[in-house]
């Protein structure tokens, strides 16, 4: 299946076996709109952990039949959060959701050593897919939220989390670019440095399942044209499916600037932890969290 938009992971999901979401504190329209229509999609099964009267209330106001969903009841956001990872650890969930309540406190019940969703030696990274409508076909792209500025074995488990869900998305062989600020080869630029590291780790068959090239700047990544004025020839250039930044402020960047310039939208999750997370803002639209959700069962093992 070529996919090329974000509601095409949708029907690709729809094909595979359905995942169970659990939603942690889902008290409001957005989650709760989202996760209905994941669920009349027929992509997953869900638990809201919230206040049970606020989610029937906001059912209510937007016609949904609340019997669709099975609630656990849990009016506190940080208990809601504990809870609803509690659910995922006992064989209850195989994905988790953020609903109304701050990032800080998703992340800190997901990384809680004794009730949290993290493994030993965990690397957790966020992991966009963006639907560009000045691009060809899908970026899956990373880290714009959560590490600030990786290092090389932090850089290694991106790029390994970057193949999988483009994978998992339907792309055979994804092309990654190291991202740079130039694609000349600067040995005073850590950015280059790595990704010169990593790309060559590629060539000699250290890292399977992808072309693997870098550094790029991002215009020679994405725009044929400068690729091939540029004398970049390989598979990656102009072409490139997946993005490694070299830092959070130029993953961050990139994502608001497709959001808000090019009115791109976007499915975002946290890898790394026993399940995937969605892990989108609390003003984010119903849409946005449904790919979320899709590009999550997507990945889903």
């Given at each position: ?12 999901v729809?094909?595979?076996p ?86 800080d ?22 992991v ?27 850089k ?9 869900v ?41 890292i ?51 959001t ?42």
């Open positions: 299946m070529n996919i090329s938009r974000l509601d095409q992971i949708i029907d690709l729809k094909t595979k359905k995942k169970r979401l659990v939603a942690a504190f889902a008290n409001d329209e957005h989650t709760i709109e989202a996760v209905n229509h994941a669920v009349e999609m027929g992509i997953v099964e869900a638990t809201l952990v919230g206040d049970e009267s606020k989610i029937k209330e906001v059912c209510s106001q937007l016609k949904i039949d609340v019997a669709k969903f099975k609630i656990v009841c849990e009016k506190d956001e940080v208990k809601a959060a504990t809870r609803a990872c509690e659910l995922i650890n006992n064989g209850e969930g195989d994905v988790l959701m953020k609903g109304l309540l701050p990032t406190k998703y992340m800190r019940a997901i990384l809680d050593k004794e009730k949290g969703l993290t493994p030993p030696n965990a690397i957790l990274t966020h966009a897919v963006i639907e560009n409508p000045n691009y060809a076909k899908l970026l899956v792209a990373s880290d714009c939220a959560i590490i600030l500025n990786p290092d090389l074995k932090q290694q488990a991106i790029l390994k989390y970057l193949i999988g483009a994978k998992a998305i339907g792309v055979k062989k994804p092309k990654v670019a190291l991202i740079a600020a130039t694609e000349q080869m600067s040995p005073a630029m850590q950015a280059c440095v790595d990704a010169a590291i990593i790309s060559k780790m590629a060539a000699r068959g250290q399977k399942g992808a072309e693997v090239e870098g550094p790029l700047s991002l215009d020679v990544a994405l725009d044929i044209e400068a690729a091939q004025i540029k004398g970049m020839t390989d598979g990656v250039a102009g072409n490139a499916d997946c993005l490694l930044f070299p830092n959070i402020e130029s993953g961050n960047v990139f994502y608001k600037c497709c808000k310039f090019n009115k791109a939208e976007v499915g975002a999750i946290l890898v790394g932890a026993k399940v995937p997370c969605v892990l989108s803002s609390r003003g984010d639209s119903a849409k946005t969290k449904l790919y979320s959700i899709a590009v999550a069962a997507a990945f889903s093992k």
